[in-house]
C-alpha cells in the first residue's frame, strides 16, 4: 500500500475541472487517504489467496469477499446513485484531453 495523499501533495493542486469531477461523485475522501508504510508480507500472503474464478480469498477461516459495502466503509466513499457514464473516446482524443487537465506537455504524456 502506498500513501496516495503524498503523491497527490507532490504533483501540486489539481486542475479545478478535475477536482469538480472527483468532488462531484463523492471520491473526494479518497485524496485524503494515506498510508504511510506499507506492509509488503501482508500485500504478499492477500494476493497468494486471490481466487480469480470466485473473485474471493481463501484463508485458515474460511473463504472471504469484500463487498461494496466493505470498500465504502474502509475508504468512506459513497456506493449510492447511479454509475456515472463516460463517452468513448479516442486515443488521441484522450491523451489531448489528460494533457489539458493534466497540464503537462505532449512529451511528458507519452
Not at 501533495?9 to 479518497?30: D, M, R
Not at 473473485?55 to 475508504?75: K, P, Q, R, Y
Given at each position: 500500500?502506498i500513501?496516495?495523499?503524498?503523491?497527490?501533495?507532490?504533483?501540486?493542486?489539481?486542475?479545478?475541472?478535475?477536482?469538480?469531477?472527483?468532488?462531484?461523485?463523492?471520491l473526494?475522501?479518497?485524496?485524503?487517504?494515506?498510508?504511510?508504510?506499507?506492509?509488503?508480507?501482508?500485500?504478499?500472503?492477500?494476493?497468494?489467496?486471490?481466487?480469480?474464478?470466485?473473485?474471493?480469498?481463501?484463508?485458515?477461516?474460511?473463504?472471504?469477499?469484500?463487498?461494496?459495502?466493505d470498500?465504502?466503509?474502509?475508504?468512506?466513499?459513497?456506493?449510492?446513485?447511479?454509475?456515472?457514464?463516460?463517452?468513448?473516446?479516442?486515443?488521441?482524443?484522450?491523451?489531448?484531453?489528460?494533457?489539458?487537465?493534466?497540464?503537462?506537455?505532449?512529451?511528458?504524456?507519452?
Amino acid at each position: 500500500m502506498i500513501s496516495h495523499g503524498r503523491k497527490l501533495n507532490k504533483v501540486g493542486i489539481p486542475h479545478p475541472q478535475v477536482h469538480g469531477f472527483v468532488e462531484n461523485y463523492g471520491l473526494l475522501p479518497l485524496c485524503r487517504i494515506g498510508y504511510e508504510v506499507p506492509d509488503k508480507g501482508l500485500i504478499t500472503a492477500f494476493v497468494e489467496r486471490w481466487h480469480k474464478d470466485t473473485n474471493s480469498f481463501h484463508l485458515l477461516l474460511g473463504e472471504m469477499t469484500i463487498a461494496l459495502d466493505d470498500v465504502s466503509s474502509i475508504l468512506h466513499i459513497p456506493i449510492v446513485g447511479q454509475f456515472s457514464t463516460c463517452e468513448v473516446l479516442s486515443y488521441d482524443e484522450a491523451n489531448d484531453l489528460l494533457i489539458d487537465l493534466l497540464g503537462v506537455s505532449e512529451t511528458q504524456a507519452n
